[in-house]
């Protein structure tokens, strides 16, 4: 029998974790959520040159994370790549930050599988069940997912993702289909297009989508092979993010037509995407694609649920949370105590929510990642600095100069989107009230990260340069 303090199970394959990490960002959803708001308060056509625009920024910021990860030999969460660059109190603050925004991430993925499974199931089966009831049924489901070893979740996710992509893969393909009525043209692609209308708001939408691809680095003791398996993730999700998000957004912009996706966008952002199938496939797949946005909300809910018990498994085995969250489960090699205090935490949020009678769409989701976009934006920034730093001590390196540029640049994108979701932060989350102060949870966040690392010698400790 495998004692509770051990290390993890090194089952995670790259294509584990790569489901993993894609289905936390929620392909179909971010598409036809993001993507399509986008289109209505950003650049209009010029979407996908977005999505291709904060691909390229990511792809630099991954490209720093993989040359780093040889050199960090603690858990593979950002946090740790913070405090071996820049010291352990940034280190520290980084991890608590993580904590919150995914903990909130957790709790706006539950409400929006509520809302999704209320929509779906009261227009196409008559039951007419509150969100409520939904969100809670989600919970359960991913407790019991997250109880036990992670291959049962990679798996899962897999199914959900291959299902996702698979139907955007029939609308792109309907669309762009010889004998269509489409008139394909490339604007989204031309740079006056990209650039014109509101340019930042439409990169902030692209930005944003990409939530969730960054808990790779949080399964390198899980991974088989360490940091070289989640890289090779790292890199393969983020470009396949980057593509993917682009071609489907284009092929939603080619079915209405350049002059006409603005006003159908205008009409209802949040049903573009389902009446471009409506518009070029069998009414089939306009009801599968409803029913998917339901599974794609449960698939984030289970990837950012594994992300949020990870991040309290690694830091109570460096000393910042009680040890008992660095438990694993004598069977199943799960940190099954970390996982189940999560699942504690989302309940008791969900259900303020609940009794607060709150929209699960405009009010949880949109509250929960507005804030999320802008910590997790954040903690990529000071990641991609941290790299720098590294990279500019790490004098040894031969390709030292090429790899600093690329930190640089990589830190400046991801400090400029930051500053974009700053400036419209009530754009991305709407008028939320008290909720519009919730973006201070950040710094409070890092002070308790930095109070903490004060006070554990082992949290203080800096880990050795390689």
Known sequence: MASSTSAPQRSLRSLDIFFLVVAAAAPLAAVAGNGALGVLLGNGVGMPGSYLIAGLVLILFAVGFVRMSPHVRQSGAFYAYVRHGLG????????????????????????????????????????????????????????????????????????????????????AAAVFAPGSPAHVTYTSFSPSTIFSGSFGTGLMFAFVSFLGFESAAIYSEEARDGHRTVSRALIAAVVFIAVFYALAMWSVIVAFGDDKVLAAANENPGTLVFRAFGLYTHPVFTVAVEFLMVTSALAATIALHNAASRYLFSLSREGMLPASLGKLHPQLQSPYVASVVVTVIIAVLVALFAIGDADPLMTVLSSTFGLAALGIILLQAVTSLSVAVFTWRAKEEPARPLNLLIALLATAGLAAAAVLIMVNYSTLTGSLGFLDYAPWLIPLAAVIGILVTLGSKQASRLPATN
């Open 88 to 171: 352990p109190h940034a280190g520290g603050a980084a991890a608590f930050v993580a904590i919150i925004v995914y903990c909130m991430m957790v709790v706006g993925s539950a409400a929006g599988f509520g809302f999704f499974a209320n929509v779906f199931f009261a227009e196409n089966l008559g039951m007419d069940i509150s969100w409520k009831i939904w969100a809670a049924l989600s919970l359960v489901i991913v407790a019991l997912v997250g109880y036990r070893e992670i291959t049962l979740g990679a798996r899962l996710l897999a199914v959900f993702l291959t299902l996702e992509v698979l139907i955007l893969v029939v609308l």
